[in-house]
């Protein structure tokens, strides 16, 4: 299995598909970023952000965004969107290799990375490094980058 990684749109053949299935299993991320994509409300094109998908063999499968945080004030603050993996590509590493290729690089932008999970992904952020948190809106997980102190 060879993993492709490059940049996305909502109209990159396929995300249409993943979309449908995300909405399915009634997760709404990947229909909330076509959504604001099309508004120009959010574009993953400002500084360190990005949005990347994942495809094998030309089909899409997994799609990842980072945005500079919009629910904090605070600097040097991103925001881990959309992460979401076909259901017949999870277990499969497509998950890693899309948090893996978001974060790269991130930390010349960012200190920390927050990101609002859904309960059944809890473990995967956790393994990865991400810290859980309680009492925030809209962050259940956060990674540091780098010492904001530097």
Known sequence: MDIQLTNVTPDSPGFAEL????????????????????????RFDGPGEKLIGASVDGL??????????PFTLKTGIG???????????????????????ILKDSGHWFDFINTNAPPSA?????????????????????????????
């Open 60 to 69: 899409i499968v997994g799609v990842c965004g980072l945005n500079v945080d």
């Open 19 to 42: 979309k449908s299935q995300s909405m399915a299993e009634g997760f709404n991320m990947l229909r909330r970023l076509e959504d604001n994509w099309l508004s120009g409300l959010n």
């Open 79 to 101: 925001r881990l969107r959309h992460l979401y993996v076909d259901s017949g590509w999870r277990k499969r590493q497509v998950g890693s290799a899309l948090l893996s290729e």
């Open 122 to 150: 809890f473990t995967f952020y956790e393994r990865a490094g991400f810290i859980a948190l309680t009492g925030i809106e809209k962050v259940t997980h956060h990674l540091c980058l780098r010492d904001p102190a530097r």
